[in-house]
Each structure stands twice: as C-alpha cells, then as structure tokens.
C-alpha cells in the first residue's frame, strides 16, 4: 500500500516587480518631501507675518537731544506697522530708583515711524527709564535706559559783549540852567523897589514893572499938592503986604 503525503495548498501569492516597488516608493517619499518643504515654508511665512503685525518692545526707541532753540528734549519714535495706540512714560533716574516723572504721552506706531517728544532740560550723563505700555501686548521698559549725551545743550540766548552794554545815564552837567528860584537876580543896593517874585518873568527886560502906576500917581498927588500949597502960600503973602 502506497501512501501519498499530500503537501498544504498555498494560495497563490501577488508578484509585484521590484522596479515596479522601488518607483512607487521613491515617488511617495519626493511627494512627502515637497509637502514637509510647503508646510514648513507656510509656518515660516505665517510666523513672520504674525511677528510682523504683533507690536513689542523692539519697536520702540528713544533719544535725547536739543531743538532748535537749543533746548533739551527727549524723542520716542514707534515704528509699530500695527499703528496700535502706545503710552510713553519718561523718568528720570537717580540712584537706580525714579526721581521724578518727565511727562506722558501717547502715539500710534507707523512704518515709516511716529514720534513724540517730550521737553526736558536735561544734564550731561543723565539716565532715564522709558516706559512703553500698548493693551495685552507690551508693559516695558526701553532697555537699557536712556543715557544723555556729555555735552548739555546751549540755548540761542546769548549775554552781549561788554561793549554793546548800554551806559548808566549821565548825571546832570554842572552847567545846566539855573533853576526858577535862582533866575531871579537880586535887586541893586539902595533900590527900594521891590524884587520880581520868584518864578515871574522879568519886566525890568520890557521896560515896566507892576509898581510903576501906583509911584507915578503917588508922585503926580504930590506935585498937585506942593504946587497948591505954594500957590496958597504966595496969595497969603500978597495979602499981608496990602493990608
């Protein structure tokens, strides 16, 4: 008796060549390759939008300097493309602690750049904190701290030379007029008539005075009466004589 083994049927197996493999294979990794490139170039141009529109401390600067005046101030420029609206703060500094507040101010950032100003007469090597606050975004300081220039400045008002000083009045020149009191000149020695009051003008310069009338008729009331009393006189003689 014969005894035959059977072997297990195997079902027949899919022969796919390997050129056909290594094609599909070398296709689907250059496919994901440039979908890794895409999706990374997109997060960066996504991320570098977003830090372009997002406002931050970078965006602010400050400097100290002098108008055309010549006098200190301190400038904050904003070059936050947003154009969100930021409050500037200035301190001066003292011992690492703030003296005293500067001013506060607002503006709004722009490409090209927005500035505000702040007037300050300011000392050589002087420190001030900068203090930038835009809502949910930026609550900092302007780092480092502001340092002024060694030189302070000059302002346009100059003292004049010695020489453009104007001179005190002259005093009075001894030579002057002679005041009102002093113009009257005294009256002659032996001359009854009575001197011009002072401050009146001269009438002795005119040839007439005030007491002229009244002597001139006092005088004619005397020559009336000596010639009435001679007259009286010499009739009272003739009489005598006839009787």
């Known amino acids: 008796m014969l005894l035959f083994q059977q072997r297990p049927h195997n079902p027949p197996q899919l022969r796919i060549p390997r050129r056909a493999i290594v094609s599909i294979s070398s296709r689907t990794a250059r496919t994901v390759r440039i979908l890794g490139v895409a999706s990374a170039s997109a997060a960066l141009a996504l991320g ?4 372009a529109l997002a406002c931050n401390i970078r ?12 006098k200190g101030i301190i400038t904050v420029k904003d070059i936050d493309s947003s154009g969100k609206l930021a409050t500037i703060t200035v301190y001066l500094e003292s011992n690492g602690a703030d003296a005293k507040q500067i001013g506060e101010k ?20 002087s420190q001030y904190r900068v203090h930038v606050k835009v809502d949910h975004l930026v609550d900092e300081d302007i780092s480092p701290n502001l340092t002024t220039p060694d030189k302070a400045c000059q302002t346009s008002e100059t003292t004049p030379p010695a020489s453009e000083t104007p001179s005190a009045p002259a005093s009075p020149s001894t030579s002057a007029a002679p005041s009102a009191s002093d ?4 009256a002659p020695a032996g001359d009854n008539s009575p001197s011009p009051a002072a401050g009146t003008s001269n009438l002795a310069e005119t040839g007439a005075d005030s007491s002229t009338p009244m ?16 007259f009286f006189g010499m009739r009272r003689r003739s009489a005598s004589k006839v009787g």
């Open 106 to 125: 607002t503006v709004s950032g722009s490409k090209e750049g927005a500035t505000v100003t702040f007037s300050e007469d300011w000392a050589p090597n």
């Open 59 to 70: 965006d602010f600067s400050a400097v100290a300097s002098c108008d055309d005046n010549g």
């Open 215 to 230: 002597i001139a008729g006092i005088a004619g009331g005397l020559v009336v009466i000596g010639g009435g009393a001679v």
């Open 48 to 51: 570098a939008a977003g830090n």
């Open 183 to 186: 113009s009257a000149a005294p």
